[in-house]
């Protein structure tokens, strides 16, 4: 069964930085893509970021140049460095990853406020 299991959200300052962490059950070589999804509240749950299997990577516009997502493959470990968050940048943040399948894990809460 395979389980995807976030940690590192917290409150922080605007300008502030936090890294997230997105462990797999599995080896994560068995994902064609992992990647973070977030939703605030009474919005939908959009593409934050996402990474291949050949490391090629996918941000939203939003979040470009002030996160960055990669992969420790010996760990089955997804990491989304946030730098310079902003008040908007609070959500939950979801771990995702697919190949024949899609799979979710439960969230971490990320909030931004002074």
């Known amino acids: 069964q395979v389980q995807l299991v976030e940690s590192g959200g917290g409150l922080v300052q605007p300008g502030g930085s936090l890294r997230l962490s997105c462990a797999a059950s599995?080896?994560?070589?068995?994902?064609?893509?992992v990647g973070w999804y977030r939703q605030a509240p009474g919005k939908k749950r959009d593409l934050v970021a996402q990474i291949t299997n050949g490391g090629s990577t996918v941000y939203d516009n939003s979040v470009k140049g002030r996160f960055t997502i990669s992969r420790d493959n010996a760990r089955n470990t997804v990491y989304l460095l946030m730098d310079s968050l902003k008040p908007e940048d609070t959500a939950v943040y979801y771990c995702?990853?697919?190949?024949?399948?899609?799979?979710w894990g439960r969230g971490t809460q990320v909030t931004v406020s002074s």
């Open positions: 995702h990853a697919f190949n024949h399948n899609t799979y």
């Open positions: 599995v080896n994560i070589f068995s994902f064609n893509t």
